[in-house]
């Protein structure tokens, strides 16, 4: 191998990662790239671009992952990208070549994309992938012969192959031509492509044959700059080829797939492979009739009882590291109460009840990629097109779904799946009727204060685990609807393959997990920041010393009369919240709010909580008295919610207006972070605009319902 | 073994274990032309090897791989049964 001098020029050169789905593509990126690895989105859609660098002979070479496909002709958006990147380059940037990465168990069908990606004219790497569950082996030197690229067989999580992996792109860099195949078509559609070329040529269009063999067989449209007077000749050849027999769109797999199957017998040792006598084992449980099932939902059980049990001490860690940051940030703002406020009460308080969460998203991220990275998931989702079926929703739509249970945001992001927009849409529109776990509190005070000391501890055992179904539920009819009015369209295909079983690997597990945490701080951070910050001012403003004083009186003259039971410090600060701009506004709402049963103190925590819905535990804590600092299971605020008045002596809550609370907090959009993820993920405002009205609204009338039926009872 | 006289079969109508060719295409939508892109083209052998729990997906091995596809997207293939 001749090696050449490092190249001059002034950019490194661009190597995309290209393959089928399933290939081991993202495997192979890791273990070239390492730590060097940079998410980012591509130009105009949410799907993520994921690029890295290696070093190679004393300079970079830049890696693009690109998202799996099946064929350049793309059905997704996943695959249009990818299509892009081979066509025409991301970011003004065209690969300088490529590395396909091919599933030796997978042979034929990976094949046919080579034969595809051969006529993008860049020069090729075949990177060789599970060669090790290949029983019979594959002739390497016989398959480069028959491909005429380098085929390099690699194992990417034990680094084996890599550097002869490196060596042939930098053969492929220093001017290898790109793979010339010969697919044979037959003679006819060839020379109808001979005659086309001759007559563009006459017209002084270049175009190789490849994309003249596509617009003969309807696979794509005559491009721009196809001579119109050609068009008829073209319809002509199209004509006599049908006529023939030749059908067109078909005719292109056919071929390819009969190119494939040749290659393939010559290149693969009879055999069966390894990993398909244990996958075939493993599924005959796992998808198996009755114990498919079973396992599932043992399965989903302990995802959610791990996710819950082992982020407990993990939140509490955090909770108290804020609390103690607070401690540490408080004392000497002292001399400036209204910026010791902003920073307290606002930002870490703010900042903190959203990274709070973080832990369990990345225990559901590290679970759901453990299950991922197995096979298991696309079995789930075999196991649940149906029962999905019936809400037209896609068995693919599961995974977002159940990710939706722990956090909405994940679970938007995890819609990505989705094999189209139409139904990825759907999808993340309705991800956040799931019960997250934001929601937990809402019910756990809830519960704790009207069902538990009424009904006992069994009911309120149901009703919690009845208002984590109630979104899955509601989601169902919302789905049909949307499918009705708001996005039209037949239901999407389930094409899914199954890959076989293996263990997840470590590297690749992390990786994702990883990147998830990043980018939820991000978006999450980032808007929770500043919504942190205009709900402190609207809490907090308009203060003056004269109303301060004014309170300090009343309070004096309260307790002398004996109605008032509350420090001097939490008396102050409830009248603070009630004259507050947020208080005010509150009260100015609370015509809306009366129909619900709930009066403007509630309303105004409701109102608190859009942001971030589990603000209300908080923000009830401040309307009723007790100041900020109380949690859901603060015994004090579950006997102050159970004895509260209105003003006419009548009680403020019953179990009634209890469960219109939780359920307006089941279904109601309170969440910023939620919002943003949408509008990042659809690429518009609408969309978040939309997902925040129908939640509402039906939040609204649902909790409306509740109160009207359930007082007259 | 091929059968002496090949008997065409429905995609819906195929049984647990039952191996099949793909003789012609029926339709040509975008679900099924993805359907031949993923290898099933005319000539091409499949066998049925599971069926979802509520009878719908299947699952297919088709060219050494598992493809889950529905009964309707099969429905675009005309078949012809090859021995169990």
């Known amino acids: 191998m001749a090696f050449q001098e490092p190249q001059t020029s002034l950019r490194f050169p661009l190597v995309a990662l290209i393959g089928n789905p399933n290939a081991g593509k993202t495997s192979l990126f890791n273990a070239l790239t390492g730590a060097y690895q940079k998410v980012g989105n591509y130009p105009g859609v949410t799907v993520e671009k994921v690029t890295g660098y290696y070093l190679s002979q004393g300079r970079k070479v830049d890696v693009v992952d690109v998202p799996g496909m099946y064929s350049t002709r793309p059905v997704s958006v996943d695959e249009e990208i990818a299509a892009l990147v081979v066509e025409s380059g991301v970011d003004g940037r065209r690969p300088d070549a490529l590395v396909m990465v091919l599933d030796a168990t997978n042979m034929e069908r990976n094949l046919f994309l080579f034969s595809q990606l051969a006529e993008s004219g860049l020069p090729t790497v075949v990177a060789l992938t599970m060669t090790d569950l290949q029983e019979g082996g594959v002739d390497v030197p016989r398959l480069e012969l028959e491909l005429g690229v380098r085929v390099v067989p690699v194992v990417a999580h034990r680094k084996k192959g890599l550097q002869e992996l490196k060596s042939a792109v930098e053969e492929c860099l220093a001017g290898m031509p790109p793979p010339m195949l010969e697919l044979g078509y037959p003679a006819a559609l060839n020379a109808s492509v001979t005659v086309l070329r001759e007559n563009l040529a006459q017209e002084g269009v270049a175009m190789e044959d490849s994309r003249i063999r596509q617009v003969v067989l309807g696979l794509v449209p005559p491009p721009d700059g196809f001579p119109p007077s050609l068009l008829s000749l073209l319809k002509a050849e199209q004509a006599s080829l049908l006529g023939k027999g030749l059908q067109g769109k078909m005719l292109d797999a056919q071929t390819r797939y009969a190119w494939a199957g040749k290659v393939t017998r010559t290149v693969v040792q009879k055999g069966t492979f390894r990993a398909r006598v244990v996958t075939d084992r493993i599924d005959s449980l796992l998808t198996h009739k009755v114990f498919g099932l079973g396992v599932f939902f043992g399965v989903m059980y302990l995802l959610f009882q791990s996710v819950y049990t082992f982020s407990g001490p993990l939140m509490d860690l955090i909770e108290s590291g804020v609390g103690r940051l607070k401690d540490w940030a408080g004392p000497p703002l002292q001399t400036m109460p209204v910026v010791q406020s902003l920073v307290l009460d606002g930002v870490l308080t703010g900042v903190g009840s959203v990274v709070v969460f973080l832990p369990q998203i990345l225990i559901l991220f590290l679970l759901i990629a453990v299950l991922e990275g197995s096979g298991y998931l696309a079995r789930a989702a075999f196991l649940m097109d149906r029962l999905f079926g019936w809400c037209g929703l896609n068995g693919r739509a599961f995974i977002p779904l159940l990710s939706s249970f722990a956090c909405a945001i994940p679970g938007i992001m995890a819609a990505r799946v989705m094999p189209d927009q139409r139904s990825r849409l759907v999808t993340v529109l309705v991800a956040p009727l799931m019960s997250c776990s934001a929601r937990l509190p809402v019910y756990v005070l809830f519960i704790g204060a009207f069902i538990q000391p009424v009904y006992g501890a069994t009911w309120a055992g149901v009703a919690l685990f009845a208002m984590h179904f109630v979104g899955l539920a509601v989601a169902i009819p919302v789905v049909a609807l949307m499918q009705k009015f708001a996005i039209k369209g037949p239901r999407s295909p389930f094409l899914l393959e199954l890959p076989p079983y293996q263990w997840p690997r470590r590297r690749d597990v992390l990786n994702v997990v990883l990147t998830r945490g990043w980018i939820f701080l991000k978006t999450a951070g980032t808007i929770i920041f500043a919504l942190s910050i205009i709900l402190w001012a609207l809490l907090f403003f308009p203060r003056s010393a004269e109303a301060d004083a004014r309170y300090q009186l009343d309070f004096v003259a309260k307790s002398a009369a004996g109605t008032v039971d509350t420090s001097l410090e939490s008396y102050v600060a409830s009248r603070r919240t009630q004259d507050s701009y947020l208080g005010q506004f509150g009260k100015a709402m609370e015509p809306v709010f009366a129909p619900l049963g709930f009066d403007w103190r509630i309303g105004t925590a409701v109102l608190a909580a859009f942001p971030a819905r589990e603000v209300v535990v908080s923000a009830l804590g401040i309307m009723l008295d007790l100041g900020g600092e109380v949690d859901e299971e603060s015994p004090r605020l579950r006997e102050v919610l159970q004895q509260a008045q209105r003003p006419d002596g009548t009680p403020l809550m019953c179990t009634t207006t209890a469960i219109g609370m939780m359920l307006f907090f089941a279904l109601s959009c309170q969440c910023m972070s939620t919002l943003a993820a949408i509008k990042r993920e659809s690429n518009s405002w609408r969309w978040a605009v939309f997902a925040f009205v129908y939640m509402t609204v039906l939040a609204y009338l649902v909790a409306l319902a509740v109160f009207q039926v359930g007082s007259r009872l | ?84």
């Open chain 2, 1 to 84: 073994m091929e059968p002496a006289d090949p008997r065409t079969i429905l995609f819906r109508d195929l049984a647990l274990g039952m191996r099949a060719r793909v003789v012609s295409v029926l339709r040509e939508d975008e679900t099924t032309h993805r359907l031949v892109e993923m290898g099933m083209t005319p000539g091409a052998e499949f066998e049925l090897i599971k069926i979802a729990p509520l009878g719908d997906p299947v699952e297919i091995l088709l060219r050494g791989y598992r493809l889950c596809l529905r009964k309707s997207e099969g429905g675009a293939f005309e078949l012809e049964l090859l021995g169990a």
